[in-house]
Nanobody
Framework: QVQLVESGGGLVQAGGSLTLSCTTSGATLNFNGVGWYRQAPGKQRELVADIASGGRKNVADSVNGRFTISRDNAKNTVYLQMTSLNTGVPAVYYC?????????WGQGTPVTVSS
């Protein structure tokens, strides 16, 4: 199973921005779709955005226009740029890919938006 590693989460003020990164070692993400999900306490994990290996992107309606997903194949990294962040329940953001027939998740990176 591929080990994904997320980073970039933290505490940010409402209206601010954060960029999350997802990478892995020992494997390449370049030929796989990668998705960013988030999960708030007591809620189901939901898809925020995903990007196909060819670069096609899908962004959830709730964050469309504020969040951007991108990939840098040279760095084997997928990014989630989040702008105009809203206050709300803190959430943990996870990246996901399916590789070698298996689903792989990172450990998550928490994001808290303060008022």
């Amino acid at each position: 199973q591929v080990q994904l590693v997320e980073s970039g989460g933290g505490l940010v003020q409402a209206g601010g921005s954060l960029t999350l990164s997802c990478t892995t070692s020992g494997a390449t993400l370049n030929f796989n779709g990668v998705g960013w999900y988030r999960q708030a306490p007591g809620k189901q994990r939901e898809l925020v955005a995903d990007i196909a290996s060819g670069g096609r992107k899908n962004v959830a309606d709730s964050v469309n226009g504020r969040f951007t997903i991108s990939r840098d194949n040279a760095k084997n990294t997928v990014y989630l740029q989040m702008t105009s962040l809203n206050t709300g329940v803190p959430a943990v953001y996870y990246c996901h890919t399916r590789m070698y027939g298996n689903d792989s998740w990172g450990q998550g990176t928490p994001v808290t938006v303060s008022s």
